[in-house]
């Protein structure tokens, strides 16, 4: 079992910035995919950025290309989301997902361990 922990969240002004942080326990993460997805209020969870296991490989939603990155720590079991430039419609709930897999994945369904989430709010 994988727990997940994200952390980071809160309240910003448009075109600033933050970063979420991914804790993970129970295995060492270093041989999964690890991906960042969202949520808003009335929507459906959508896929956000992933990296992949050893190359570090990443991949965005064509919404947050170039204004996110997707970095991780397997030392100290901790993956990242650093969000630059938000927007508004950045705003929902930020959910951390695990995989054992050497796949880039983007569908939801494809991750087995979730963590409970973490709000953001950006205000126009």
């Known amino acids: 079992q994988v727990q997940l922990v994200e952390s980071g969240g809160g309240l910003v002004q448009a075109g600033g910035s933050l970063r979420l942080s991914c804790a993970a326990s129970?295995?060492?993460?270093?041989?999964?995919?690890m991906a960042w997805f969202r949520q808003a209020p009335g929507k459906e969870r959508e896929f956000v950025a992933t990296?992949?296991?050893?190359?570090?490989?990443?991949y965005y939603a064509d919404s947050v290309r170039g204004r996110f990155t997707i970095s991780r720590d397997d030392a100290k079991n901790t993956v990242y989301l650093q969000m630059n430039s938000l927007k508004p419609e950045d705003t929902a709930v930020y959910y951390c997902?695990?995989?054992?897999?050497?796949?880039?994945?983007?569908?939801?369904?494809?991750?087995?361990?979730w963590g409970q989430g973490t709000q953001v709010t950006v205000s126009s």
């Open positions: 997902a695990a995989k054992r897999s050497h796949a880039i994945m983007v569908v939801r369904n494809e991750y087995d361990y």
């Open positions: 129970g295995r060492t993460l270093s041989t999964y995919a």
């Open positions: 990296i992949s296991w050893g190359l570090g490989s990443t």
